[in-house]
């Protein structure tokens, strides 16, 4: 069946080191997202990519990075993890359009010390 | 002002009573709406999607749209303790064809 996988599930880190979390899709979907949660603010979108080698900035992509070399993964990077990026992270994926069901990964617990 | 906005809860609904959510979106350019659930520590999932004025119905659920007043709505019939969850809503825009998710509003339904 096909899925969408996130690792890791949790995290621990400290201040000013780089994390990268993985997310890996096999619906063969174009579009690819990932979201962070937050208590009070719902799901917010860092970055977003609709294809091989397309990246697109979310309303707080500020301190993260994506690039999208294949059409399963989009890595997340925190470039220098700061204590406000603690948060649940979740990847999401869709067919054509935003609009298309979105199927969402599992989420990783990041935890900054 | 947040694009979409709901009342976080909780909202403590009897088992078998009718449970209505509400959100409201800022942007007149949302085209199509969505209602996602999310259990405790879990993904969200769909569950259901609307874009034309008026009610669609699905099983239990229910949502409703009214453009002029920016409104969508979600009523969970007959609910059950299994619908305790946080619900998500959220506008979609095809100019910049992206999701906007409002903070989500927890449904608690006591047996």
């Known amino acids: 069946d096909a899925e969408i996988t996130q690792s890791p599930r949790h995290k621990i880190t400290e201040t000013g080191r780089q994390v990268t979390l993985a997310c890996h899709q096999t619906w063969n979907h174009n579009n690819m997202f990932w979201y962070r949660q937050d208590l009070g603010h719902g799901l917010r979108l860092i970055h977003y990519s609709y294809g091989v080698h397309d990246t697109n900035k979310g309303e707080v992509s500020d301190g993260y990075s994506v690039s999208r070399s294949n059409t399963e993964d989009l890595p997340l990077t925190l470039e220098s993890a700061a204590s406000s990026q603690t948060s649940v992270y979740f990847c999401?994926?869709?067919?054509?359009?935003?609009?298309?069901?979105?199927?969402f990964g599992p989420g990783t617990r990041l935890t900054v010390l | 002002q947040k694009e979409v906005e709901q009342n976080s809860g909780p909202l403590s609904v009897p088992e078998g009573a009718i449970a209505s959510l509400n959100c409201t979106y800022s942007d007149r350019g949302s085209q199509s709406f969505f209602w996602y659930r999310q259990y405790s520590g879990k993904s969200p999932e769909l569950i259901m999607f609307?874009?034309?004025?008026g009610d669609k119905e699905d099983g239990r659920f229910t949502a409703q749209l009214n453009k002029a007043s920016q409104y969508v709505s979600l009523l969970i019939r007959d609910s059950q303790p299994s619908d305790s969850a946080t619900y998500l809503c959220?506008?979609?825009?095809?100019?910049?064809?992206?999701?906007?998710f409002g903070g989500g509003t927890r449904v608690l339904v006591k047996p």
């Open positions: 609307i874009y034309s004025n």
């Open positions: 999401a994926s869709s067919r054509d359009r935003a609009d298309n069901e979105q199927f």
């Open positions: 959220a506008a979609y825009k095809a100019a910049g064809n992206k999701l906007t």
